[in-house]
């Protein structure tokens, strides 16, 4: 089923190039990190270096003279850890909530329900920053800062599904098959749920990848991790005669947050039955 | 011999926003082993509610308010949570008119067999899924292995209905509730579940709850037929005397309808005039009087309710002008009805 997937989405050419980037940027994290072994926080060379200037900082230095090519290699570990990580705290916060919101319905669902306005009546990133905030700025708060503001939509999506999922036979069927709720909701609704969720959570690192980078321009990221958005932030005063520290930075965040949201585009065309009518 | 399944006094009503819609209104019922039950009825008359009270599958607003579901000495209505999953699919099992809806759509045929197994069985999953590939063979599909490996949608309808059998006997029920099994069917696919459901009977002795709307599926497959209307049984009996010689005119006029052969060309078809009352609300006495040809006030067919009563040993019947034992002013108190004795005795 993975496999077949897998083909779907490479036969969809902006999925397919959505992957593509998505591979490279994970390349440059991995095997970027032995190319360019250094401390990102280390001067390597003499500040405001352009890039092509010299060989031994390909993409310039900053106003420091930290190497560009060593930071951004650094981010994109960052910014692909913080979106996944953030984004799997708010699928399972939002598809337990939805859940239970969908299959007990009442005042359960009622009461879930209302939790979930809370949090979306409060602007997301401003309630980002005020967790980090109040926690101590670090890679972990600001995981969990992202992941806790960006549930509401997942826990209202698994919830319409859940409502509607549960009329549905089968589940009626299961029920007299003598299962239990536990085993409804894991084995026979779920699965059945998946695949928008699959697509809001892939569009979702895309947004999770912004507000780290958010974050970090305003000096709430990790002080001991050099991220994309801590980048541009310091570049921010040279902007005028050294764009390219804003701009190559800038640039990743663009790509990475483009390669998601057409992995999720991609995705959505695949596993929604709707559009893949030809298919069976 | 005693009954393996009796129900006795069944009310499920639906507590709705315009009212209470007595789905099931006082059915009594009891199911022997190895026989089958015809639950037969228009669309709306309470057979499906009835079925699904058995198992406690009824949803809010729905609820059972009366009544006594005795399986195998065990009072299926006072269970608790454990106790009525562990009779669901293991002793008591249900297969459904629409097979396709009733599989889960994005799990393999045979991995939703090994699931009904394993809920019930403490069985590896290898050992279930060699059952399940059995269960497949026996309910005759070909090369079951490899359907096992299908997903639903990749079977076709007799082929799925067939698959449902096998899903609903994984753990050798000892009562199988079919609901409207063959209404999804083409007519000769229709057959050949029928007799599938038949030579599984045979097999292992389990009783069939036949629900069906068609009097053809009745007569083919049922030992006794219990007719219901507007929420209630209201006539009882072995197939063959009560198609031959039916009491409550509700049912002769069923037959009537159905028997359009026995009419000359050009003349009108028979039917029964009216509609069945709404279930929010009910006439006073008979719910059929309206419609009925032979209701007669000074019965009280308009204002009291006929009693499900004996008419012989093995037939039952709730009308006024087919059993004067019926009123409840004079033989039978409606408290009577709940001691079998006293209706064979009558």
Redesign the interface.
Known sequence: MYLALLKELLRNRAAAAGLALLLATLLAATLGRFWFPGDPWEMSGAPMLWPGDDAANPLGTDLMGRDMATGLVSGAGVSLMIGLVSTLIAAGAGITIGALGGFYRGWTDAFLMRVTELFQTVPQFVLAVVLVAIFKPSVATATFAIGIVSWPPTARLVRSEFLALRERGFVEAARALGMGDFRLIVTQILPNALPPVIVIAALNIATAIQTEAALSFLGLGDPNVMSWGTIIGNGREQVVDAWYICGLPGIAIVLVVLAFNLLGEGLNDALNPHLREKET | MAALLSIRGLRTWFHTRAGIARAVDDVNLHLQPGETLALAGESGSGKSVTAYSI?R?IQPPGRIEAGEIMFNGTNLLTLD?RGI??????RV??I?Q?PL???????KVGAQIV??IR??RRVSRRAAYARAVELLAQVGIPSPGARAHEFP?RLSGGMRQRA?IA?AL?CEPDILIADEPTTALDVTTQAQILDLLKSLQARNGMGLLLITHDLGVVAETADRVAVMYAGRVVEEGPVDTLFSRPSHPYTAGLLAAVAIDDVPPGERLPEISGMAPSLLAMPQGCAFAARCPKASAAAGCFTESPVFSSLTLQRHVACFAANPAASPVTVFPRSAMRDDNVRVAA
């Open positions: 198992l599958l949570d999953r562990n009779v669901r699919g293991n099992a249900m459904f629409e809806s009733a599989f889960n759509p994005v799990q699931e009904a809920l019930h949608h449902m899903l994984a």
